[in-house]
């Protein structure tokens, strides 16, 4: 049986080496960048391309001892080691900050102090998130690069130029699978609101209400649409989905103190939609709900509505839940259901942080813990 000698070393420090635990979701390839991301406010936390982790310490059964090459000199110990874990950025800041200078037309980009932008750079340093986690959140809020900066659009400029591009494809009676970007361009470019914009700021207002059908390779965040690459834009198709968004949002926040019965708003909403798209209940229910709730047999109660877009409130799960509390205290399940599945599992986060409770009548809604 061989024996071997340790010793501690001379400059033995329990503090000069730390153990971290990978978990399996991080496989290091070739390209694949690994990097600690911190500032005062907020902890660190590790990420890759395409994650983020936040980073704990915890103790360790045994204590750890770090040797030397040779293995006969303990360099280090300890008793803890970081422990890193899945995690989802909270990026409502980021919405926050490009929200307080929108694109809001051509004639106004004078008036900015481009001092008060950022670049897709200066987002991600602030943020601690992944770059293509980052990506991904800009796309889901509409987002752009203008002039090297990451912008976002002022909302009556992109909704008065989205009731235009419903209505001339409404007009021209295009097949909404197969909308022509070029000819809409031109007839959007006769009009006096929008003559002087630039042909590629209404790419931005179609990504809101559809899809591209030409696009092999999705234009990046952090590519500068111009006249360059704007030939790749060939046709889109109408997503029902985003249409029923849109046309919801500017139907309530035209006049959003008025009390609705439910099927006087249907029959009026269904209106307002494209021809060839028809009103959907279940896409309506996860962007509009009743601000207050009604315990009523009445089925038809008339009820303020309230419009809310997932996209633009935390994604901390928690805050979210909060935030969503503020807007309206009591909640069915089948109500705040969409606005947190995109996060979390909203039965888990609801049995955390809420109380289910039952009404008079018998219906179960939730409240804050």
Known sequence: MTQQTINYSNTFSSEQYLMIELPTEITLTEN????????QKDSAVLCTNNQTFEIKKALSSNTLYFLNEKGNVIESQTDHYLEVLPMIADFHSIYLLLSEIPYSGKENEKKISFKELSTFEQLLDQMQSSRNELKKYLKSINAFRLN????????????????????IVEEQGWDIDHIPFSELTELLKQIKLIEKETKYIFIPCINRIGEWNDLENEIDIETEISQENEMLFKEFRLNKEKVIFFRAQRLIETDPDKKWKKNDFFTYFNE??????????????KCVI???????????????????????????????LEKLFQIKPRWRLNEIKPF??????????LSKYSRKCTSMAGTVYYIKK
Do not use: W
């Not at 694949?32 to 500032?39: P, S, V």
């Open 32 to 39: 694949e960048e690994l990097f600690f991301k911190g500032n």
């Open 148 to 167: 090297g900066y990451i912008r976002i659009m002022d909302s009556e400029l992109q909704g008065n130029i989205i009731d235009l591009i419903l209505a």
């Open 272 to 285: 307002l939609l494209p021809s060839k798209i028809e009103l959907d209940e279940q896409i309506l229910g």
């Open 290 to 320: 009743e601000k207050e709730f009604i315990d009523s047999k009445i089925e038809d109660f008339p009820t303020t509505l309230i419009f809310l877009d997932h996209n633009l409130f935390p994604t901390n799960p928690r805050k979210r």
């Open 340 to 349: 947190l599945e995109h996060v979390c599992d909203a039965n888990e986060i």
